[in-house]
């Protein structure tokens, strides 16, 4: 009797053991719930990025993107003709050449500061203020800005309105990019395309419309060199 008690409790441990095995895999116990406990992520809300943070995204990355590019400027004012304008970016440096014909108006940033030159029969160099100055409004085309004061707004997103303009699409030489409606404080107001580089493809405004024709590496040093000694310009 003793023996058949003891065979039946031994039979009684392997059923238990044999149960405890089955919920284990690899030595690691198994929960036997089909209901799991929801992701910490997914119950956390996620922020919709307005058209404003994508722009200030782009633009902050064109006020570090150096390049070459060769514009083509549409005017809708008669006593501003169309031009032919390439706009070169080295880190804060930059210069804007607009040719009408065989004559190119030149502004640019060079060591002795903000130089404006004339390229036609002869060339001629004026010196309108040191560095980290602006130019005078007689001098001041507005093109520099596009890739100065007004990306720095762009990049900021302060007290901007922007609202998607749809995209420009890619051609030879020129990658596509984005475009936003954009009116507020310290910008031109217009339309501005940025590519994904941040680099201005496209700009629109009352005055005329400025597209990229050409994209190309970034400038060497020498562009930014007057060519002319430049003169300083009478007060």
Partial sequence: MAVVLTRRVTL???????????????????????????STAAATTTQST????????LARRGTTTDFTGRYALDST???SPDATVTIYRLGL???????RGRA???????????????????RTCLLLGGPGTTPPKAFDPGLQR?????????ADA??????????????????????????GEGVDPGEYC????????????????????????????????PPASPTPVPR
Wanted: aromatic letters at 4%; glycine letters at 6%.
């Fill in 146 to 154: 596009l890739i100065t004061t007004d990306l720095a707004a762009l």
């Fill in 77 to 79: 004012d008669p006593k």
């Fill in 93 to 99: 440096s930059f210069r804007v050449d607009i040719t």
């Fill in 194 to 225: 940025l590519t994904a580089d941040g680099v201005l493809r496209q700009a629109q405004f009352p005055s005329g419309t400025l597209k990229m024709t050409k994209l190309s590496a970034a400038p060497t040093r020498a562009a930014f060199v």
């Fill in 50 to 57: 307005t058209p404003g943070d994508e722009l200030a995204a």
């Fill in 12 to 38: 009684l441990a392997l059923l238990l053991l044999a149960s405890v095995l089955s919920g284990c895999d690899d030595g690691k116990p198994q929960s036997t719930s089909t209901t799991s406990a929801p």
């Fill in 158 to 183: 302060q007290n901007l309105t922007v609202v998607p303009a749809g995209t420009v699409p890619a051609i030879p030489g020129v990658p596509a990019a984005t475009c936003y409606q954009v009116s």
């Fill in 104 to 122: 190119t108006s030149v502004l640019m940033t060079a060591t002795q500061g903000i130089v404006s030159c004339q390229l036609a029969a002869r």
